[in-house]
């Protein structure tokens, strides 16, 4: 069965000089979620922010805060990001060699523990520790900026990772992230989703917060109906 759906903002593209203002307008527009995206110059091209980022974010609001871990070897981090308050910690099975320490830790930290695979990245790669994972991320565009155009190839692999779920691990939250905007989030939720990571369909110059959520829910009601 396919849980609830749950829309997270990612603040990439939000006016990081408002950032208090626009996690207010994201929590007024009922967001589920945040979702930050941690980049290292290394594992992804771009750099962006680090637990300062979190503390700062996690001061602001209540809501529940997704950490997408874009970095190498990922276990150097793990206690910074929980001592941060991170809600949840997502990490790359190609950036580490040790994914099922990695989940370990994270349990033993008392936070939710996630996976993800890039584009390129068979879900065979996380079979083995899908049993012990929170969630399940399936990343919709290759990691690194915020923006880009949702590879429609992507739908296959997320229902597959659906399937896999079901499976092994049916507790598992779905995720997808990248390119997801109010005309193609539906088709996600149909192939299988659950949680759906939206930064530039949420914060852009043409259409306010309240708007974008708005018609991205009325998409997935629609999905659901
Ligand atoms: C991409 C990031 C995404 C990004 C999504 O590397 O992981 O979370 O912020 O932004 P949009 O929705 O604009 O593709
Ligand atoms: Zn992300």
């Known amino acids: 069965m396919t849980k609830p759906a749950q829309i997270g903002a ?31 110059g290394m594992f992804v091209p771009n750099i962006t922010f680090g637990p300062l980022m979190v ?8 809501l529940p805060i997704d950490v997408h871990l874009m970095i190498e070897a990922p276990e150097r981090y793990l206690d910074a990001f929980v001592d941060a308050g991170a809600t949840t910690l997502t990490v790359h099975t190609e950036a580490t060699g040790h994914l099922h320490s990695v989940l370990q830790t994270l349990k033993r930290r008392g936070v939710r523990a996630g996976v993800t695979v890039n584009p390129a990245t068979p879900l065979v790669m996380l079979e083995d520790v899908l049993p012990i994972a929170d969630q399940l991320l399936i990343m919709s565009v290759n990691p690194g900026f915020g923006g880009q155009t949702f590879i429609p190839g992507t739908l296959g692999k997320i229902e597959r990772a659906r399937e896999m779920i079901e499976r092994l691990s049916p507790k598992c939250n779905l995720e997808v992230d990248g390119g997801l905007k109010a005309t193609n989030i539906g088709k996600v939720r149909a192939a299988g989703a659950d949680m759906f990571v939206v930064g530039s369909g949420v914060f852009n110059p043409d259409a306010s917060v309240a708007d974008s959520v708005a018609r991205l829910r009325e998409a997935l009601a629609e999905a659901d109906s």
Not at 10 to 37: Q, V, Y
């Open 10 to 40: 990612s603040i990439l593209t939000s006016d990081l000089l408002n950032l208090g203002e626009e996690i207010r307008r994201a929590e007024a527009a009922g967001i589920d979620f945040l979702h930050l995206d941690i980049m290292d």
């Open 55 to 62: 503390e700062t974010v996690r001061r602001a609001t209540e």
